[in-house]
């Protein structure tokens, strides 16, 4: 759907909107209120559990949103979840007409464009609505595919090393690439490490950055349940799953894909059915190499510094599967390179 300039202009800024904040395992959404030619109320859904972009957005413009235009751009929500349905909201301030740009495929949320419709309000759906997409990749992705949009995070030397040699520096890329990896914990919403990672570095497995309100999900795969609960991916504040084989005694026990290798995919169903939307692996190479033999991920985020090692563990040890990678982007980030791919 075009629509009017001035139209596409408003959604453009409600598209803008919904990149700030991080909402997981919820959906991005940017609203904006537009009246006479001008915007009297604007929002955007900045965490879980806080107020919706329609609802910060109706609080901004008070009286004047009666008989405004809407601009959303996630078809408003009609549900009553930790908040009140979005739909009901715009009902009840009176505004004129609502457009979003995408349908809401949860069918949990969905179907507030017809409570709309029924409440005498002119909907329009479709404005810009790949570029809005393209905003919320890992909410929509994850409900077209009954499971949370997996990214992979490599941080590697120009030699492919993950790893540098005892007694040396831990960070192989720089500060600004490091901050990024913070971004991707929090805009995914769940991160995930094997039990070598955690043995290796200790890590914490936060996000680390201005403005996260939830801190990620940790998942440890322990297929043994050899970790000790003193580790500090265990302590840190917020949820964690050591995730064990049967009988192990870990927080989430799962199956076996194959003698010594966990059952993925069952681990991403139960992780989708607890509300999980994406999810962050962050290694090592064996967990890496696991998720790509069994086709489990969607996007790569990779990280190279301008040196070589010449020593220390390769990314891609233990992967048995060969694959094609279409590029994305490059950018980048201090004197390191973030190159994003995805499967082609």
């Not at 995070?153 to 993950?162: C, P, T, Y």
């Not at 050899?226 to 009988?247: I, M, Q």
């Not at 696991?290 to 489990?296: R, V």
């Not at 390769?314 to 599967?321: F, Q």
């Amino acid at each position: 759907m075009a629509g009017p300039p001035d139209e596409r202009c408003w959604m453009r800024r409600a598209i803008r909107l919904s990149k700030r904040g991080y909402p997981a395992p919820n959906p991005r959404v940017g609203c904006v209120i537009v009246r006479d030619g001008r915007i009297v109320g604007e929002g955007w859904h900045d965490a879980c559990g806080g107020p919706h972009a329609e609802v910060v957005a109706l609080e901004q413009a008070g009286s004047l949103a009666r008989g405004a235009s809407v601009y959303v751009t996630l078809e408003p929500c009609n549900h009553a979840g930790r908040t009140a349905p979005c739909s009901q909201a715009l009902i009840h301030a009176g505004v004129g007409k609502v457009c979003f740009a995408c349908p809401d495929p949860n069918p949990i949320a969905a179907g507030g464009g017809g409570a709309l419709r029924t409440a005498g309000i002119a909907v329009e759906d479709g404005l810009l609505g790949d570029e809005a997409r393209a905003a919320n990749t890992r909410f929509l992705r994850a409900m077209e595919l009954g499971r949370p949009y997996v990214v992979l995070k490599v941080a590697m030397s120009l030699d492919g090393r993950v790893t540098r040699g005892p007694g040396t520096e831990r960070w192989i890329t720089g500060e600004l690439a490091r901050r990024e990896g913070h971004r991707l914990r929090a805009e995914c919403g769940a991160v995930l490490v094997g039990r070598g990672t955690v043995e290796a570095d200790n890590p914490r497995l936060t996000a680390r950055l201005r403005g996260v309100r939830n801190q990620p999900l940790r998942v440890i795969l322990d297929p043994a349940g050899r970790l000790s609960p003193d580790r500090r991916v265990f302590r840190e504040a917020g949820s964690a799953w050591n995730v064990t084989g049967p009988g192990a005694g870990g927080d989430v026990e799962i199956g076996w894909a194959s003698p010594g290798r966990l059952d993925l995919a069952g681990l991403l169903k139960r992780l989708f059915e607890s509300g999980q939307t994406g999810l962050l692996v962050e290694g090592g190479p064996c967990t890496w190499a696991s998720f790509l033999d069994a086709g489990l991920v969607d996007r790569i985020e990779m990280f190279v510094a301008p040196i070589v090692l010449g020593g220390g563990a390769l990314w891609s040890e233990g992967l048995a599967t060969s694959m094609a990678f279409r590029c994305l982007r490059v950018r980048r980030l201090g004197g390191d390179l973030q190159i994003s791919l995805e499967p082609a």
